[in-house]
């Protein structure tokens, strides 16, 4: 039974953000309120399987990572500061880098909702997706704003938004910054110590 009733308040939730705080730019691609009911209501009912497209609201938890219903998703080909890390200003001030990509992330989201199409992925659990507000990349406008980086791992899809960025000296390139890459393989290594010691 509480299940039922968390997928109905998730389902509502998803359509009153859709009608309550309307974007303009995604407005022209957005499906009607009862579409978005309805995949508000799948997407909260069960993560995400290879190949099936996510649709609906979205919490962000850092600058790379996405939450729809109840799947978790990386966004595609990028590396974004964690939300703990910090970063080095032009005047070599500290700055938490991380909160400050998940919340230009989370305004330039706002109540819009979004449509998420999962890629092969050797991360386990994690669901490695392009995701777009009506046409626009997430992860291309978040290395175009120079608040996360091209993953290395990945096709060079985003290389000229992040030269560019670098070149204007916009988010991360204005400073100094740990490569969020770097960053996310030492970690992995470390829990794998942990785990294997």
Known sequence: MSL???ALLACAAGLA?????????????????????????????????AGEAL????????????????????LAGIAA????????????????????????????????????????SAAGGAVVALCRIGDEDLGAWMVAQGLAVPDRAAAPTYAAAADRAWGRRLGLWSGVFQDPAGRRGRRADMA??????
Request: glycine share 12%.
């Open 4 to 6: 039922i009733l968390g």
């Open 17 to 49: 953000g859709t009608l309550l705080c309307p974007d303009d730019a995604a407005r022209r691609s957005r499906p009607a309120p009862r579409a978005t009911f309805l995949a508000g209501g799948l997407a909260w009912h069960a993560p995400a399987r």
């Open 55 to 74: 649709h609906g609201p979205a919490r962000v938890l850092d600058g790379g990572t996405l939450l729809i219903g109840a799947s978790r998703i990386s």
């Open 81 to 120: 500061p964690d939300a703990d890390q910090t970063c080095s200003d032009a005047r070599d001030q500290t700055y938490a880098c991380g909160r400050a990509a998940a919340r230009a992330l989370a305004d330039h989201i706002g109540g819009a909702a979004i449509t998420c199409e999962p890629r092969p």
């Open 192 to 197: 794998g110590l942990r785990v294997a010691g």
